[in-house]
């Protein structure tokens, strides 16, 4: 009886936590604003503008493509 309890136990913890992680869908399309944006902080005038809109354009066609949204700031770090 009391190993039927732990065994029931066990497998009601494994299916919770099991629940936990299969959360594979990311909320943001991120593309190459992360990287734009730690580089224009970390070494400033080594990019273009120009080319910075460039890539930020593409990666907002991108997420549109894919039905996805872009993160938070992204269109004002793009203005």
Request: charged letters at 20%; one cysteine or more; a positive charge.
């Amino acid at each position: 009886m009391k190993n039927q309890k732990v065994f029931i136990t066990l497998c009601i913890c494994i299916f919770i936590l099991s629940g936990c992680a299969n959360q594979q869908a990311r909320l943001y399309q991120w593309g190459s604003y992360e990287s734009q944006l730690y580089e224009n902080y970390s070494n400033p005038g080594k990019f273009n503008a120009a080319d910075q809109i460039i890539k930020l354009e593409q990666d907002i066609e991108k997420a549109r493509a894919e039905n996805k949204s872009l993160p938070p700031g992204y269109y004002a770090h793009l203005g």
